[in-house]
């Protein structure tokens, strides 16, 4: 069984469906009550990285070292940002990402002056 995925993935809109394919290649190394929030958190840090991040490839990498527990992390080439709370009304779309990384995951963080996210679920 594998349990861990290190991954360059196109940056293009098909990125994030790329990505949720990638966390399905660790099949039962995941267990099926934490995949859902696993597959929207990536999807959701990938998607900003292709909104907002650089040029070239995104990196996914994810490690899995028990089924309920493990830690992703998601690097592109932008030149890094401070992760804020969301200030727009409830009513406008977007912008919900790291909100959801913050209320899901049981930590999470980004590397100093880099746009290199990780998060980690230990359920």
Known sequence: ???RLDVDIPRDPEA???????????????DPTVRGDIVL?????????VK???????RLQIEAPEPKRLRVEVVDQ????????????RTEPGGWGLHLVETLADRWGVHEGSTHVWFEIDR
Do not use: K, W
């Open 78 to 89: 932008g030149s890094g940002f401070e992760p804020v709370a969301r200030t727009r009304p």
């Open 16 to 30: 994030p469906r790329r990505a949720r394919r990638a966390v399905e290649e660790l099949g039962p190394a995941i």
């Open 41 to 49: 958190l990536v999807s959701e840090l990938i998607t900003n990285s």
């Open 52 to 58: 907002y991040g650089g040029t070239g490839d995104l």
């Open 1 to 3: 069984m594998q349990t």
